[in-house]
């Protein structure tokens, strides 16, 4: 992060898909150093008319930046939810205006997800599983615990992993934007 990056914290963003659904969720806190900045954020999106969902982690006008820049992507490559994101991943990388942006993006449809970065990333979850965000190690042990368990769907994962995740991680709340496909 550069020097000028604010202290802000407060983001868990999960992603499961089991069953045939593929559910995204994320907590609503935004802190900066020791201070509740929002409680009730919402940082998980649907794009694509309703075909794809993408949760951000960061600045927020930077993540917005990058969600256009995704949609733009998504309408130059439809039904190709990994061209779109590679494709974005390249531009990040070598804009020089892009890469100056202090987000990660969490990116699914109904049958991949997407852990879409600066750096370059794009990385597929081998278990179905992904998460960003302070709370995102977190979220992402209780559902990678809880994905392979009989009777429980993908949003019941989200719902059980996100609460564990605010119970543990002071910058995640319990207040959830959950959108699901499939």
Not at 69 to 96: F, G, I, M, S
Not at 109 to 125: H, N, R, S, W
Not at 163 to 180: F, H, K, M
Request: proline share 2%.
């Amino acid at each position: 992060m550069s020097n000028n990056f604010p202290d802000w914290h407060g983001t868990t963003i999960l992603a499961v898909r089991k069953g045939g659904k593929t559910v995204v969720a994320g907590d609503g806190q935004v802190s900066m150093g020791q201070t509740v900045v929002k409680g009730t954020a919402k940082k998980v999106r649907t794009l694509a008319g309703g075909r794809v969902i993408a949760g951000f982690a960061g600045s927020t006008a930077d993540a917005f930046t990058l969600i256009e820049r995704l949609e733009a992507k998504l309408e130059q490559y439809p039904e190709q939810l990994a061209r779109a994101c590679v494709d974005l991943a390249k531009d990040w990388r070598t804009d020089r205006y892009l890469r100056r942006l202090e987000a990660m993006l969490i990116v699914a449809d109904k049958d991949q997800i997407f852990t879409v970065t600066g750096a370059g990333d794009v990385l597929e979850p081998e278990h179905g599983v992904a998460a960003i965000g302070s709370g995102g190690n977190y979220a992402l042990s209780a559902a990678r615990a809880l994905v392979d368990v009989d009777g429980i769907d993908a949003e019941a994962v989200a719902r059980k992993a996100m609460a564990i995740a605010a119970e543990i991680c002071v910058y995640t709340n319990g207040s959830l934007t959950l959108e699901t496909l499939g």
